[in-house]
């Protein structure tokens, strides 16, 4: 039985593992398995032998890099969605049995083969066909890949209450609120709020961050990721597409949702309700953690983190973010609250200017004025109807990048 929220059953399944000792491992296919999310799943995975086994593994362009991960993990299947990368997985692969593959169609067939839990770990809206295909087949899907949901955010929702899919959220801040939240409804918050460690140029000037080179962006101080969602942290874009993905997720409306810097990044997210009480999320910056609840759930395991030692790190603190040096934060809340496809157009021309940044085509300061330009540039009532499914939401991102473009050019 599932919830309003699509999420969370009722009552929380009973651990089968714990009932049933002899069980056989659970079946995975990871989706972007030679990322950082993904290289983390497979840290995770060690930690546990015997507890899982891989069904496939997909990943972008690099088939050597996959082929490495799929013999590691003792995959089934590997599939590369460049069709280039196919010679490398192949020659990688030769001699162990492991089935190869190449092209978006394979990456689909990966996401689809018979799994318990699908990680979907892909990076950007290249992640969102074959999770909403895993997510139609009614799969269980741990969900990094944020960008899924801020792209078709509604139709996914729909698309899993309908289909009987669960949605584990695996970003480290969705897994807090997960965790916090309970099954608890939509209704009884008052405020779900989202940490951001404020990143690289927290106590930078607008100025400072606006001439930001890539190494500089590239520097979190927290965390180790891609260098997509690293760029985003750095402008808080990526607190912005959180919080997309967190309406959806949670069905919580967009004004009950807030960011807040946190530079310890210790809390992950914060859960207010009507009668006071604010539960707060907390683990140690590191993925291995909600990467460990995705894959174990409902179950517990080890990770290899430890939680966080509060007496030892003495203080934690918190402040407003700053919507006039971070402007991209102020150009996704506005995407969140006009609803419809602006949040896809907000994630198409995001995806084009942080390539066009690390390509040093434009400054940093750059992204988040092309972002809110190329939003403004679509035609609300013609190009920014809610997606109902993946083509419509892929047509939104066609259009929004297509300006981008011409805006770069
Ligand atoms: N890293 C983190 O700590 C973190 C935390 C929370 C959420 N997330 C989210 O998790 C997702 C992955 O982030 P990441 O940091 O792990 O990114 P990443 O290190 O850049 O890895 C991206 C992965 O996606 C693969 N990929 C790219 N295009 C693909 C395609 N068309 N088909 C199949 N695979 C494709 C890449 O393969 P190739 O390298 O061969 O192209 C790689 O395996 C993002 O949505 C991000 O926002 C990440």
Redesign the pocket.
């Known amino acids: 039985m599932v919830t309003k929220l699509g999420l969370v059953p009722a009552e929380p399944p009973r651990s089968r593992r714990a009932l049933r000792p002899d069980l056989r491992p659970k079946r995975l296919a990871i989706?972007?398995?030679?990322?950082?999310?993904?290289r983390s799943c497979a840290q995770v995975i060690a930690f546990a032998p015997g507890r899982f086994a891989v069904a496939s593994v997909?990943?972008?362009?690099?088939g050597a890099?996959?082929a490495r991960c799929a013999i590691e993990l003792n995959a089934e299947f590997a599939a590369?969605?460049d069709p280039a990368?196919y010679g490398d997985l192949k020659a990688g692969l030769a001699g162990t049995g492991v089935e190869a593959a190449a092209g978006?169609e394979a990456?689909r067939e990966a996401a689809l083969r018979e799994a318990d839990l699908v990680v979907s770990?892909?990076?950007?809206a290249?992640?969102l066909g074959?999770t909403f295909a895993a997510v139609a087949a009614g799969r269980t899907v741990a969900l990094?890949?944020?960008?899924t949901l801020v792209c078709a955010g509604a139709a996914v929702m729909q698309t899993a209450r309908r289909a009987g899919a669960m949605l584990l959220p695996?970003?480290?801040e969705h897994n807090a609120l997960f965790q916090a939240m309970g099954a608890r409804e939509p209704e009884t918050i008052e405020v779900m709020t989202i940490t951001a460690s404020g990143g690289p140029f927290r106590e930078w000037s607008a100025e400072r961050i606006a001439n930001a080179t890539p190494e500089e962006a590239l520097a979190h101080p927290n965390?180790v990721?891609?260098?997509?969602?690293t760029i985003?942290s750095a402008g808080l874009m990526n607190k912005g597409l959180e919080l997309i993905e967190a309406h959806f997720l949670f069905g919580v409306p967009p004004d009950r949702l807030e960011v807040v810097v946190h530079p310890q990044s210790i809390v992950h997210g914060l859960i207010a309700f009507a009668d006071g009480s604010l539960i707060a999320g907390m683990a140690s910056p590191d993925?291995r953690t909600p990467i460990a609840h995705c894959l174990a759930y409902p179950d517990r395991m080890a990770s290899g983190v430890r939680p966080p030692d509060l007496a030892a790190l003495g203080r934690l603190t918190f402040e407003r973010a700053d919507l006039q040096r971070f402007p991209a934060l102020g150009i996704a809340i506005e995407a969140l609250r006009a609803g419809g496809g602006a949040p896809t157009a907000l994630n198409a021309a995001n995806e084009i200017a942080v390539a066009a940044f690390l390509a040093r085509r434009i400054g940093f300061g750059e992204i988040a004025r092309l972002v809110g330009r190329t939003i403004s540039a679509m035609d609300a009532a013609e190009e920014l109807a809610a997606p109902q499914d993946v083509a419509q939401a892929l047509a939104i991102h066609h259009i929004a990048g297509e300006r981008m473009k011409r805006l770069l050019a």
């Open positions: 989706l972007g398995a030679t990322g950082s999310i993904g997909a990943g972008g362009r690099d890099a996959l590369v969605a990368g978006p990456v770990a892909i990076v950007g290249a992640g074959p990094a890949n944020k960008e695996m970003d480290s965390w990721m891609g260098p997509k969602v985003d993925m």
